[in-house]
């Protein structure tokens, strides 16, 4: 067993993610890693990509009501583009909230002769931002007005269409795409390192919508990566010196914890609210939950749950610990 662990220890791994300054943009980011063993970085490619075009949170417009239509089909007067057109226009806004909310309903409303684009939305709401402001919605004739509600959450990956958080039985659903990622390019390529010249290089280039930086979305896929990777570890291949030290770090850091409110790190109101109603208010209390411990929870959601783990690791904690 010590010489397998010998051996592990001596594989190539790289230690860090470079890139240019000139490479790295709101919407764009391009990055290498090296040197790994051969196959590794097509492997770490091909995961994070999957990863990075399926899981990434973030917002969009998911149902909205205008006044005097009672569904997609119906045509709006005033209004030069027919509904469905407008609700095509609509998926194509890239819009985010505040931090501290997961979804909120907005009105907007604007009087002919005029264009409705994207910077309306942010203009109705201070908590609406709007990346894509000349985007184009509607063409509202003279001596019309366009009234409309509109609903923004935040999700991951596909949703099909819901009314949940409008209340109004005319609203009208819209097929969700919640990622942030355009595209996700990866290229691996042979490198030399002493003698050996099959080491590999991954470069990964990310493409997105602009609400989310590059580094950020790699950072996340990353994370979801590990997390669902600690379950196949198997803590008793340890060393004993590094399991002591690590059971002994765990206890000097739920023992701070203790002491601790809530309160005391900045959540946001919701997250603030949800641990105070599920009776976590002490960190250590809550550094003893599960992921799906929380998830459990009555109101909880993957916003929540990730706003807690950043809170916890600046702490140098995290979930799951053991008393």
Excluded: W
């Amino acid at each position: 067993m010590v010489a397998l662990k010998q051996i592990l220890e001596n594989i190539k791994q790289p230690n860090k993610v470079t890139f240019k300054s000139e490479d790295l943009t709101p919407t764009y980011g391009k990055f290498i890693a090296q040197p790994f063993e051969r196959g590794y970085a097509t492997t770490v490619g091909v995961a994070l990509r999957r990863v990075l075009l399926s899981s990434i949170p973030g917002y969009a417009i998911s149902a909205i009501r205008i006044e005097g239509v009672s569904n997609e089909f119906a045509n709006m007067s005033g209004v030069k583009e027919d509904t469905i057109v407008v609700m095509m226009h609509l998926k194509g806004v890239t819009v985010s909230l505040a931090d501290h909310l997961v979804d909120k309903v907005i009105h907007v409303s604007k009087k002919g002769p005029s264009i409705l684009t994207a910077s309306d939305l942010a203009l109705a709401d201070s908590e609406v931002k709007v990346y894509n402001p000349d985007h184009h919605i509607a063409t509202i004739e003279d001596g019309y007005t366009l009234e409309m509600d509109i609903q923004i959450e935040c999700g991951y990956g596909y949703a099909a269409a819901n009314v949940d958080n409008m209340e109004d039985i005319s609203a009208i659903g819209l097929d969700t795409v919640f990622s942030p990622i355009l595209s996700v390019k990866y290229d691996v390529s042979d490198i030399r390192v002493g003698q050996r010249t099959d080491y590999g290089k991954l470069t990964l280039e990310i493409e997105t919508k602009g609400n989310i930086a590059p580094d950020r979305a790699l950072s996340y896929a990353t994370k979801i990566l590990r997390d669902n990777l600690a379950c196949f570890l198997m803590p008793e291949e340890m060393d004993v010196e590094d399991s002591v030290k690590v059971e002994s770090s765990k206890d000097s850091i739920l023992d701070s914890l203790r002491s601790k409110n809530v309160e005391e790190l900045e959540f946001s109101v919701r997250t603030a609210n949800f641990l105070v109603a599920s009776d976590l208010k002490t960190l250590d209390k809550l550094a003893l939950r599960t992921e799906q411990d929380i998830l459990r929870l009555k109101d909880s959601n993957e916003m929540i749950l990730e706003e807690i783990k950043e809170k916890l690791a600046e702490l140098g904690a995290n979930l799951g610990m053991k008393s």
